[in-house]
């Protein structure tokens, strides 16, 4: 008897592993053939081929063939108030001969853009995660060990995942959103801009949803009226001065390596960063971040899908 109910216990494990192992094939294909497609494109850019005819048409080949594969994969979605999706990797080759960076999936948008969306199977985004992990000369590549959470509250994987052109996004604060049984969920609240963040106030939703064996990853602009803080204002003003003298000192500066160029990145970050800090503690801006956190509920809701 002993020896029926092993087999018995083998056969429903057995059984138990077979959808995963299934599940998991189709992605490994997907990677296989996405980073065979990768490899060829950054070998053609270091031998100046990027631009020849023949390997113009190798990329679009394999590029519709991946976008096919992560239709696929992703399945049948649809998000409320979002349009036809398309395929995230319309390049390979980022700058002279990198790899690009960007996140492997489906992309949604509203039409003036405002909302966009990007969903993946999880073991992509997995991959995706690890890989930024390994990015060289990013500060930010060392936060990505903390998982999904990071996604959301790395600006660096935010503008990797869901921005294409005209800015970026800069985290502020994360929000405490509620997941439903079975979904891993992470919210922040930031600025979508393509200048300097400075003492701006946020007015941007970013956030992840990890459930059914997909990632989506969405942000959406936000009015919140939020009034200013004084003590904040007050914070960043020191370092608004230092900007606005090296700012001065380099108008007629075409040199890049002149060293006043860095330190005002530096001073730049270093103010924001002060401010950013001094924002998300203030009890004035509570009340906005209370109102935020409702409307990342309601952009979780869309995130659910169908």
Known sequence: MTRI???????????????????????????AS??????????????????????????EVARKDLAKRMSALVG????????????????FVYGDDLPATRLDGMAFA???????????????????LAARAKDKDVPEA?????GGRAAVDT?????????????????????????APGETVYANLGLFTDEAPANALPNTIVL??????????GMTAV??????????????KPYNTKVQALLKATETVSDLEDPRWAELAKVEEEGSNVFRTCLAKAPESQAAFATATKRAEAFLQTLRGN
């Open 34 to 59: 996405r980073d065979k497609a990768v490899t060829a494109a950054v070998a053609a850019a270091k031998a100046g081929k990027a631009g020849d005819d023949a390997e113009i048409k190798a990329e």
């Open 208 to 217: 992840l949803r990890v459930a059914d064996g997909r990632a989506v990853m």
């Open 155 to 179: 600006g660096y994987l935010v503008n990797n995942a869901l921005v294409n052109v005209g800015g970026g996004v800069v985290p502020y604060t994360a929000l405490p959103v509620t997941a």
């Open 76 to 91: 049948p979605l649809k998000f409320k108030g979002l349009g036809t999706p398309s395929f995230t990797l319309d390049m």
């Open 5 to 31: 109910d092993h087999r018995l216990l083998r056969a429903a494990v057995l059984a138990a592993a077979l959808p995963a192992a299934a599940a998991a094939a189709p992605v490994d294909d997907y990677m």
């Open 142 to 146: 060392a936060a990505v060990r903390e």
């Open 223 to 236: 009015a919140l009226n939020m009034k200013p803080v004084l003590a904040c204002d007050q914070a960043w």
């Open 110 to 128: 509203n039409a003036d853009e405002t909302t966009r969306v990007v969903a993946t199977p999880e073991a992509v985004f997995q991959a995706w």
